[in-house]
């Protein structure tokens, strides 16, 4: 695997923060798996396997070229599908529920003293400021308008904040909706759509040097043409 590639990527944790990408750190969670599966078996096996997985798992997203950073639960979403392709199911199964396992901690300790959510910060025009989040939700919710009922706001807005992290700059909150609604394409082709014209937003936004929805652009093309 390519340490250098691996290293210049960062891995979203549940809280929005950001650390460097370690595959070392996957190594650590299927042998901790392992271990829980075969009852405290080991050996020369379950290192094999366990850093062949991560090798596979690295492979596969620094293989999307378009991302700096991985959110935790797409690692781990990897790291189940590389152990069925390699044939350890049992292992694969186990894993599921080590992540099961630690879930019901998190929701747990959530329960019992539930924190305020994080405010992620943004990086805007070389200024830290609050992720304007209803301001999101709007532009999302614009792009997926009159698309016909299957096409939603929702999924696209949540995968979006699912790949957001604090100090995110602005540029990147937008290429994470253009990404999070292309994903769902498959489910519904109105999203190419949607897709499109969040792409529109960002191209609006270089040229205008400013936020401009679709909707005031009417008036905007007659101002802004005429100096040309």
């Not at 747990?108 to 539930?114: E, F, K």
């Amino acid at each position: 695997m390519n340490a250098d590639l691996a290293a210049a990527r960062g891995v979203i944790k549940r809280d929005g923060t950001v650390v460097v990408f370690n595959p070392e750190k996957i190594v650590t969670a299927i042998k901790k798996a392992w271990l829980d599966v075969f009852k405290g078996v080991g050996g020369q096996r379950m290192f094999d396997v366990a850093q062949r997985a991560a090798e596979l798992v690295t492979v596969a997203l620094l293989r999307d070229e378009s991302r700096s950073n991985f959110h935790i639960e797409d690692i781990q979403d990897q790291v189940e599908l590389q152990l069925m392709r390699m044939g350890e199911h049992e292992l694969a199964r186990g894993y599921i529920v080590y992540r099961e396992q630690h879930a019901q901690v998190r929701a747990s300790r959530h329960a019992a003293s539930p924190e305020a959510p994080h405010q992620l910060t943004v990086i805007d025009g070389g200024m830290r400021r609050p992720l304007d989040l209803g301001a999101l939700k709007a532009l999302i919710a614009s792009a997926c308008e009159n698309l016909g009922a299957d096409v939603k706001p929702e999924p696209v807005l949540a995968e979006t904040q699912r790949n957001l992290y604090d100090g995110v700059p602005m540029e990147e909150v937008y290429k994470a909706a253009i990404l999070a609604a292309r994903t769902l394409i498959e489910k519904d082709p109105g999203y190419s759509r949607a897709t499109a014209r969040l792409l529109m937003h960002t191209i609006r936004r270089e040229i205008l040097g400013e936020e401009v929805t679709q909707e005031q652009m009417q008036e905007r093309y007659a101002e802004y043409f005429p100096r040309y």
